[in-house]
């Protein structure tokens, strides 16, 4: 289990190889990648700004990743979130889960990235043509969040 | 003595990213330290906002989380990693 937040630029491929090197046991992989579009709620984005509150960043991918291993028999599970400047067509994150089959890889990848949207302390601001604007949340992901039943949940 | 942090829009709409505050008995939730921080009015109204967030020692909260000397307390606007 490996939890990350880095500036840096990674490689998705790689990371989604390194869920299965080595682990004979591993019968699925499932990996979701976001990435920075070049339009979003009407503006075109040059990039964007990244912030997050260091120190509560990790635990609250922790909390998350978890929670996940407590529902579902995971083997492992990466998740690389990254912040500070990014640039269109970029990768922003990264969560992967290995299984035994796939329904949990599936169902656990899910959980986890809908989780993150919702919890885990990072906040958007994107350059647009009008100048910087911060991301608002999206009631959908509220919604999103809402089907997974998570005890203690704020209203 | 109490740890304030704020980020993202509230960072910088109070041109602040923390403070310390000194702890009374007054304090005995987050939602008092918030009503405390409202109270000072202008910008600082910002804390009202319905959908605030709020995390005690680098935890999510509710507003009705206890309080007590030496917490980290932070506000800040919904999340939108990811």
């Excluded at chain 1, 869920?19 to 990039?47: I, K, M, S, T, W």
Aim: a negative charge; glycine letters at 10%.
């Amino acid at each position: 289990m490996a939890i990350v937040v880095q500036p840096d630029a990674f490689d998705p491929g790689a990371m989604l190889n390194r869920l299965h090197a080595a682990q004979l046991g591993v019968g699925a992989v499932v990996g979701f990648v976001g990435y920075v579009r070049d339009f979003n709620d009407g503006e075109e984005v040059a990039g964007m700004l990244l912030e997050h509150y260091p120190g509560m960043t990790e635990k609250a991918l922790q909390l998350i990743v978890d929670e996940a291993g407590e529902r579902w028999p995971l083997l492992n599970v990466e998740v690389l979130h990254r912040v500070g400047r990014l640039e269109p067509g970029e990768p922003i994150v990264f969560v992967g889960v290995s299984s035994a089959h796939r329904a949990a890889a599936f169902d656990a990848s899910h959980f986890i990235i809908d989780y993150l949207k919702t919890r885990a302390p990072f906040w958007k601001k994107e350059d647009t043509g009008a100048g910087p604007r911060w991301v608002d949340a999206r009631d959908q992901d509220g919604a999103e969040m809402a089907k997974w039943n998570l005890p203690g949940d704020p209203e | 003595m109490i740890t304030l942090q704020l980020f993202a829009r509230y960072r910088e709409l109070l041109d602040t990213d923390h403070e310390q505050i000194p702890w009374d008995a007054g304090l005995q939730c987050v939602g008092d330290l918030r009503d405390r921080l409202l109270a000072r009015g202008n910008a600082w109204e910002v804390l009202a906002e319905p959908r605030v967030m709020c995390a005690r020692n680098q935890e999510m909260c509710s507003l009705e989380a206890p309080l007590t000397d030496g917490d980290e307390i932070a506000f800040f606007p919904p999340v939108t990693g990811g």
